[in-house]
């Protein structure tokens, strides 16, 4: 457990600035303005929410000097006879007026008495009520946070993909941090007077992990999506199920969604174990980032759990250039340009043999004459028209020959009716040439027929 430490100093704490204050102030010095405290002192025992006249702003010290009100004084065995403290600038949210105070403070007061303590070590608050908002500070187990108010924004999601229960909330941290943090992880109570209970525990000054840190900002896909950016060989289908690894910094629940495995593993934090390694607390789940690297030049993620027999699994995972969303649309976007460049070309085209095939500017297609190719390539029952796709890749012994590979799924017969084809484009028109299911492996196509049907349309005219 994390805790907090006492930081509300009387003005013996630091009797120069307090000391300087008297001279410059007097009794009945003017106040520099009005503030609202956020975060309750404890010596004297002033809850949060209080409106204090604010004497003095030390940006040397990153203090406020404040005024204690009547009431408080003496409280708690505290010095009747000091009637200022010091304070840290954080604690303290300064207004013009004491009109513009009392109404921030009526606002406040929903939630001036409300704190949170953080349930799960490495749970992060972040620049915006977002899940995939940049991370401006990582709890650790136990901390204590105040709440300021509640934030709307987008549901953090399960490993299932289904919202989670809760609420984003504004908060600040002991030392001055604030930012958004969903409440999923979080125990929220009321404290209505003086600080929060104070837990010495000595956990509570463990050093950062920068290192993890840069783990926990990343996402980590399935390597094999790194191949395919490299090799330029992207399976949008594949990239669509968007396997990867999720260490559940935000929900306490880590998941691996691969092809081999979809496991979820509860935990209550991350912890350091070596040299960029980390195992999570709680589950048999450990990470670690591997000293060679990755095709591309990054780090590669070792994900290792054990599983119910006992045995330890490897399953590896790469940080993509770019998020998995933006390569499927920029892989769209090529497909499509390609599909547009043949249409441009005609959009008709003609064969002595194979008829007549007229593109539209979607990828759709009308196919006359084409009984030479039924029932071998084109089944009897199509109905001469369907639509085109671009989704085989060529194989490394066909990449210099051909531009790429057609798919013609043709309507009125089910899914099943679809054929393959390598083509050309040149001036005069473009070739095809068929491609038997046998010879494409991994949507590839990785060799031509033995003995091919070859297709040859000039550009109609006119």
């Known amino acids: 457990m994390v805790y907090l430490m006492r930081r509300q100093k009387t ?6 600035v307090l000391a300087l204050a008297a001279l410059l102030l007097g009794s009945c010095s003017r106040s520099l303005g009005w503030g609202v405290l956020l975060w309750s002192m404890e010596n004297p025992p002033v809850p949060s929410g209080t409106i204090l006249p604010v004497y003095i702003r030390s940006n040397i010290n990153r203090t406020w000097v404040v005024g204690i009100p009547e009431e408080y004084r003496g409280a708690d065995g505290a010095d009747e006879s000091n009637d200022k403290v010091e304070i840290p600038l954080w604690q303290l949210k300064l207004l013009n007026s004491r009109g513009a105070a009392r109404s921030f403070a009526a606002e406040f007061a929903p939630y001036a008495a409300v704190y949170a303590e953080t349930l799960q070590d490495g749970l992060p608050i972040r620049d915006a009520p977002d899940n995939g908002a940049r991370r401006v500070y990582r709890l650790k187990q136990g901390q204590i946070i105040k709440i300021l108010s509640p934030e709307t924004g987008s549901p953090a999601i399960s490993t299932t993909g289904d919202p989670l229960p809760g609420d984003w909330y504004r908060v600040l941290t002991e030392d001055g941090v604030t930012g958004s943090c969903f409440s999923y992880r979080l125990n929220l ?4 007077g003086g600080g929060p209970a104070i837990r010495p525990d000595p956990a509570a000054e463990e ?8 783990v926990l900002s990343k996402t980590w896909s399935a390597e094999f999506y790194l191949t395919m950016i490299l090799e330029k060989r992207i399976d949008i289908d594949e990239f669509a ?6 260490p559940g910094q935000d929900t306490g629940i880590a998941r691996i969604y691969h092809p081999d495995e979809d496991r979820t593993f509860p935990h209550t934090g991350i912890r350091r174990t070596g040299d960029r390694s980390w195992r999570f607390e709680g589950a048999p789940l450990q990470m670690s980032l591997r000293p060679d690297t990755a095709a591309g030049g990054g780090p590669l993620l070792a994900v290792q759990y054990t599983e119910d027999r006992g045995i330890l699994r490897t399953l ?7 998020e998995a969303q933006d390569i499927i649309v920029q892989e769209t976007a090529r497909r499509e340009a390609l599909l547009e460049a043949i249409y441009r070309q005609g959009p008709s085209y003609t064969s002595a043999n194979y ?5 539209g500017p ?8 084409s009984n030479f190719l039924i029932p071998q390539i084109i089944p009897p029952s199509s109905l001469g028209s369907g639509k085109i796709t671009i989704g085989l890749f060529l194989g490394p012994a066909l990449e210099n020959r051909y531009d790429g590979v057609l798919t013609f799924h043709f309507d009125g017969i089910g899914k099943s009716a ?3 084809f390598l083509y050309t484009l040149d001036s005069r028109g473009f070739r095809l040439e068929y491609v038997p299911e046998a010879n494409v492996e991994a949507s590839t196509v990785i060799r031509q027929a033995p003995s091919p049907v070859i297709i040859y349309f000039n550009r109609a005219e006119g």
């Open 355 to 359: 008829g007549t095939l007229s593109l």
């Open 207 to 214: 050093a950062g992990d920068p290192e993890l840190d840069e």
């Open 189 to 192: 109570f009321e404290q209505s």
């Open 241 to 246: 199920k968007q396997w990867r690894f999720m």
């Open 418 to 420: 679809a054929a393959n």
């Open 316 to 322: 590896l995972f790469a940080a993509l250039p770019s």
């Open 11 to 16: 003005l013996c704490v630091s009797g120069l």
């Open 362 to 369: 979607q990828g759709t297609f009308t196919w006359r004459g």
